[in-house]
């Protein structure tokens, strides 16, 4: 019989819970209705107060961690889809730490990350989704783009000066280019479904409150020093237009190929968990299996253990009449 993963396991949250935070096609997003300290159903809380819920969820996200590296195992084996994950978020929301937490126990092997820095002149002169077209994973692999593109819907939307680098033609840039990037997102996002990609894409929602706090402890930690960047208080001034960008993009780009995950991320421990469970979640109920074996195949292979087998027992004999 030929092995496939199991399901789920135990200890992992309820999908009724986690359609919470998915992002329905075609909605309207209003961000400021939506708690970014949320850490738990309200009845888990009222019963075993944060503390037992915190030891919960560290719980969940140690198996399913274990979920997650038995996923990757057959995601590698089959090499029927591959697994794209996007985390956007402003400064200091917790994308590092996601990516360090949940995917400690992933085979670097068969996992890649990629950090989308301001784009180069080289990457100027191509389409917008072209510097990342070339990083999207291989099937068997898990891919993570720290920021994608939808910073061009985004960054650009708030600077819209920006687009003056991107040498686009006459008419290009009017209003309609919003909708038009949304599109042509959608499109390449159906693309890379249709072809076994699976993408998974989460919003990490922190309030403005809780980016102070972080950015002030960076500040007072010399050995943090190193994570302030001197564009975190110019681009904290655009919050509010951040927010109404934001919005845009969630309702216009979560599709049913690729939805939109905003995940409550004032605390660490409930933004992983909750990454954690819907990517393992994900992987785990695609029925992946091992690679079947043909007879002829596993005459070879019996044939190869017998062999191996015969070494020991010769190596036991000499050993003797020595």
């Known amino acids: 019989m030929v092995p496939q993963i199991r399901r789920r396991r135990s200890l992992v949250i309820q999908k009724k819970f986690l359609n919470k935070f998915l992002v329905k096609p075609g909605k309207p997003v209003y961000l400021k209705d939506l708690d970014p300290g949320w850490a738990s159903h309200k009845d888990l809380l009222d019963k075993f107060g944060e503390e037992r819920v915190m030891k919960l969820a560290k719980k969940i996200l140690k198996r399913n961690l274990e979920n997650l590296a038995e996923a990757q195992n057959l995601l590698w084996a089959s090499d029927t889809y591959g697994v794209l994950v996007i985390l956007q978020a402003m400064d200091a929301a917790g994308k590092d730490g996601i990516i360090r937490h949940v ?7 068969a996992c890649q990350v990629h950090n989308f820095k301001k784009p180069t002149n080289d990457e100027l002169d191509h389409n ?7 990083n999207v994973p291989q099937r068997g692999r898990i891919g993570i783009f720290n920021r994608s593109y939808y ?3 985004l960054v650009v939307k708030v600077h819209p000066e920006y687009l ?4 686009l033609p006459p008419g290009i840039k009017g209003e309609n280019i919003w909708k038009h990037r949304y599109s042509d997102i959608n499109h390449f996002e159906k693309h890379l479904t249709r072809n076994g990609i699976i993408v998974l894409k989460f919003y990490l929602h922190m309030s403005k409150e809780e980016q102070r706090k972080r950015l002030l402890n960076r500040l007072n930690n010399p050995a943090k020093h190193w994570k302030f960047s001197d564009s975190d208080l110019p681009e904290r001034a655009y919050w509010d237009d951040y927010m109404k960008a934001y919005e845009d993009a969630l309702c216009a780009t979560s599709t049913e190929w690729a939805p939109w995950y905003i995940i409550p991320s004032n605390h660490k421990w409930a933004s992983r968990t909750l990454v954690a469970d819907v990517l393992a979640g ?9 690679p079947k074996i043909s007879a002829d195949r596993r005459k070879r292979l019996e ?3 017998i062999q191996l087998e015969g070494e020991i027992e010769e190596l036991a004999e000499g050993t003797m009449s020595a």
């Not at 995917?103 to 092997?109: H, I, K, V």
């Not at 917008?128 to 070339?134: E, I, V």
Request: overall charge neutral.
């Open 151 to 153: 910073e061009d819907v």
């Open 303 to 305: 044939a190869a253990r």
């Open 282 to 290: 994900t992987i785990c109920n695609l029925g992946l299996e091992f």
């Open 103 to 109: 995917m400690s126990g992933l085979n670097p092997q």
């Open 164 to 167: 003056d680098h991107q040498k």
């Open 128 to 134: 917008f989704l072209w510097r990342y077209m070339k």
